[in-house]
Nanobody, 117 residues
Framework: QVQFVESGGGDVQPGGSLRLSCLAS????????MGWYRQAPGKQRELVAT???????NYVDNVKGRFTVSRDNAKKSVYLQMNSLKPEDTGVYYC???????????WGQGTQVTVSS
């Protein structure tokens, strides 16, 4: 069983940046493709970005060129660098395995990102 703890969220103005971190409870996470997901108010959780075990990345169209996902297996961590933030990026951000490839582990508490002026 793997548990995830997300951090790094906060309140930011449009155009600002945040770096989210996800710490896994065990190093076996290095064997999984990972994903960042977000849930906007009143909406379902959606995929934002994925990174494979070999550092291949994919992004949904509305974050391409603004967000960068990375991982550090030695630190049991996955990161999401978010630049040029927009109000529509507001939501709770979660990490978990890539749901297209793996059965998810329990979801963590997520970290709140609020983009407003």
């Amino acid at each position: 069983q793997v548990q995830f703890v997300e951090s790094g969220g906060g309140d930011v103005q449009p155009g600002g940046s945040l770096r989210l971190s996800c710490l896994a409870s065990t190093s076996i996470f290095s064997g999984f493709a990972m994903g960042w997901y977000r849930q906007a108010p009143g909406k379902q959780r959606e995929l934002v970005a994925t990174i494979t075990q070999h550092d291949n990345t994919n992004y949904v169209d509305n974050v391409k060129g603004r967000f960068t996902v990375s991982r550090d297996n030695a630190k049991k961590s996955v990161y999401l660098q978010m630049n040029s933030l927009k109000p529509e990026d507001t939501g709770v951000y979660y990490c978990n395995v890539d749901l297209e490839r793996h059965v998810p582990f329990p979801w963590g508490q997520g970290t709140q990102v609020t983009v407003s002026s």
